[in-house]
Every structure is written in structure tokens, then in C-alpha cells.
Nanobody, 118 residues
Framework: QVQLVEHGGGLVQAGGSLRLSCVASGNIFRINNINTMGWYRQAPGKQRELVARMANGGATNYADSVKGRFTISRDNAKNTVYLQMNSLKAEDTAVYYC?????????WGQGTQVTVSS
């Protein structure tokens, strides 16, 4: 199994910044075969949606709503993925979940709340 633990959520004013981090631990074989790591979010009453993800080769995908404001990065040596969030908006308020995909299996963190006050 793979365990994902997120850190860095909180309350911030609109226009501010937050940095989320997520550390993967657990089965070494599965850790070494993580394909993509990324971030999803779920706002109240809405479906979970992709925010950003990064493949092992460095290819990234971003939701249109966060392009130019959020940046995803990975430190494979530390099994960690980061999400730098700048110019935050009230509509970014959600629970943010870390995701890792291993052999087509999705692993999820417990989620961290990000609240942006307007």
C-alpha cells in the first residue's frame, strides 16, 4: 500500500499564497513505481476535480482555472509532491487531496482544507 500525508492547508486572504506538500510512504516497490502524483480538490456540493498532476517524466496537466497561478513540483528523492498556489481566489476554497497512481491504482491522502476569504 501507499500512504499519502498532506500538509500546508489553512486560511488565507484572497490574493495570498499557500504551499501544499504531500509525502508518500509505504510499500517500497509501489513507491518506486509511482507514475503520476498530483492534486485534486472538492468544494462543498461539487465533484472532485483535477487541479494539477505531474508524471515521472515531468509532464504536467493543470486545470484551466489554476493555470498561471498554481505550480506543481515533485522531489522524487523525498517521494514528495508540492503545490504552490498564488493569487488565490475565493473559488479555490476546497478540500485538497493528494493523489498517486501506481499500476493504474489510485491512492489518496486524507485531504487538507484550503479556505480563501474574500
Amino acid at each position: 500500500q501507499v500512504q499519502l500525508v498532506e500538509h500546508g492547508g489553512g486560511l488565507v486572504q484572497a490574493g495570498g499564497s499557500l504551499r501544499l506538500s504531500c509525502v508518500a510512504s509505504g510499500n517500497i516497490f509501489r513507491i518506486n513505481n509511482i507514475n503520476t502524483m498530483g492534486w485534486y480538490r472538492q468544494a462543498p456540493g461539487k465533484q472532485r476535480e483535477l487541479v494539477a498532476r505531474m508524471a515521472n517524466g515531468g509532464a504536467t496537466n493543470y486545470a484551466d482555472s489554476v493555470k498561471g497561478r498554481f505550480t506543481i513540483s515533485r522531489d522524487n528523492a523525498k517521494n514528495t509532491v508540492y503545490l504552490q498556489m498564488n493569487s488565490l481566489k475565493a473559488e479555490d476554497t476546497a478540500v485538497y487531496y493528494c493523489n498517486a497512481k501506481v499500476f493504474m491504482i489510485n491512492y489518496w491522502g486524507q485531504g487538507t482544507q484550503v479556505t480563501v476569504s474574500s
